[in-house]
T-cell receptor, first 112, second 116 residues
Framework: DSGVTQTPKHLITATGQRVTLRCSPR?????VYWYQQSLDQGLQFLIQ???????AKGNILERFSAQQFPDLHSELNLSSLELGDSALYFC???????????FGSGTRLTVV | AQSVTQLGSHVSVSEGALVLLRCNYS??????LFWYVQYPNQGLQLLLK??????LVKGINGFEAEFKKSETSFHLTKPSAHMSDAAEYFC??????????????FGQGTTLQVKP
């Protein structure tokens, strides 16, 4: 157990739907990062939050959004889902922005 | 902007043989470099990291990597492969420059196969 908890582990949904992925960071970690892993794109950085505020944005689609709550857990919202959104979504956390952070086990999203 | 190139998407070695996974980086600032391992259906686990201290970095499970600035490389090695080393390995560089976000830019990954 890495200390970073992601739920759910698996999610199957239909095109056009909306889903929410949840991440609880390791105790004491203020930064949360979201990554998408797919066969064709590899590991792509989506977005980072630090202590509740958005810190950096990567290749995140406008249909996707995220937030970090006062208790530091984070949610990634994916809407108007398309087949191409099927991927593994990872959350990672760190004390501060210095890399080498801890990953959760991921949420596998399948859009049918 | 930082980038990482992993040479060889697939590497196959025999059990007991040397493991060498290659990684070259590009960075406009002194880089922080990382190797992660991903076992099937699992998340990424940090093997080792270089953050401008010793150039030879030792990690978990007998792995080590050497930072070579002149070659812009950070290759991962292990003297003797074990069957349990079969996994996908990712090299990454950290964005700790002017933006200092700490986000990681990953290479495309190298799948290590270990043959008995």
């Amino acid at each position: 157990d890495s200390g970073v908890t992601q739920t759910p582990k698996h999610l199957i949904t239909a095109t056009g739907q909306r889903v929410t992925l949840r991440c609880s960071p390791r105790s004491g970690d203020l930064s949360v990062y979201w990554y998408q892993q797919s066969l064709d794109q590899g590991l792509q950085f989506l977005i980072q939050y630090y202590n509740g505020e958005e810190r950096a944005k990567g290749n995140i689609l406008e249909r996707f959004s995220a937030q970090q709550f006062p208790d530091l857990h984070s949610e990634l919202n994916l809407s108007s889902l398309e087949l191409g959104d099927s991927a593994l979504y990872f959350c990672a956390s760190s004390v501060q922005g210095a890399g080498g952070y801890t990953f959760g086990s991921g949420t596998r999203l399948t859009v049918v | 902007a930082q980038s990482v190139t992993q040479l060889g998407s697939h590497v196959s070695v025999s059990e007991g043989a040397l493991v060498l996974l290659r990684c070259n980086y590009s960075s406009s600032v002194p880089p922080y470099l990382f190797w992660y391992v991903q076992y099937p259906n699992q998340g990424l686990q940090l093997l080792l990291k270089y953050t401008s201290a010793a150039t030879l970095v030792k990690g978990i499970n007998g792995f080590e990597a050497e930072f070579k600035k002149s070659e812009t490389s950070f290759h991962l090695t292990k003297p003797s492969a074990h069957m349990s080393d079969a996994a996908e390995y990712f090299c990454a560089v950290s964005d700790h420059g002017s933006s200092n976000t700490g986000k990681l830019i990953f290479g495309q990954g190298t799948t290590l196969q270990v043959k008995p």
